[in-house]
Nanobody, 123 residues
Framework: QVQLVESGGGLVQAGGSLRLSCAASGRTFSSYVMGWFRQAPGKEREFVAAISRSGGSTYYGDSVKGRFTISRDNAKNTVYLQMNSLKPEDTAVYYC????????????????WGQGTQVTVSS
């Protein structure tokens, strides 16, 4: 069992930056692939980024490639999402997720989810 708690969301102007954190409970954090997803009102949950167990491999959704960076610190049981050059269309609730399989953008491959943190980008 893994419990995930996101933090770092907030209100930012377009062009600004935010860093989200996701703290995981338990001693098996390094055995999970970690991902970030987001969901805007009235839309389906969308893949943002994923990172391998070691942190050596990353994968991004097309809409955030080149602007967002996912990273992890296994000693701190934490995964991060650095978001730069934010746009109003990045406004959403951001969720972190843990999966036992490979690095993927598929929601059903992730077994544990956090409660989410709101990111609002004003124009």
């Amino acid at each position: 069992q893994v419990q995930l708690v996101e933090s770092g969301g907030g209100l930012v102007q377009a062009g600004g930056s935010l860093r989200l954190s996701c703290a995981a409970s338990g001693r098996t954090f390094s055995s999970y692939v970690m991902g970030w997803f987001r969901q805007a009102p009235g839309k389906e949950r969308e893949f943002v980024a994923a990172i391998s167990r070691s942190g050596g491999s990353t994968y991004y959704g097309d809409s955030v490639k080149g602007r967002f960076t996912i990273s992890r610190d296994n000693a701190k049981n934490t995964v991060y999402l650095q978001m730069n050059s934010l746009k109003p269309e990045d406004t959403a609730v951001y969720y972190c997720a843990a999966g036992a399989g490979g690095v993927t953008n598929l929601r059903y491959r992730y077994d544990y989810w956090g409660q989410g943190t709101q990111v609002t980008v004003s124009s």
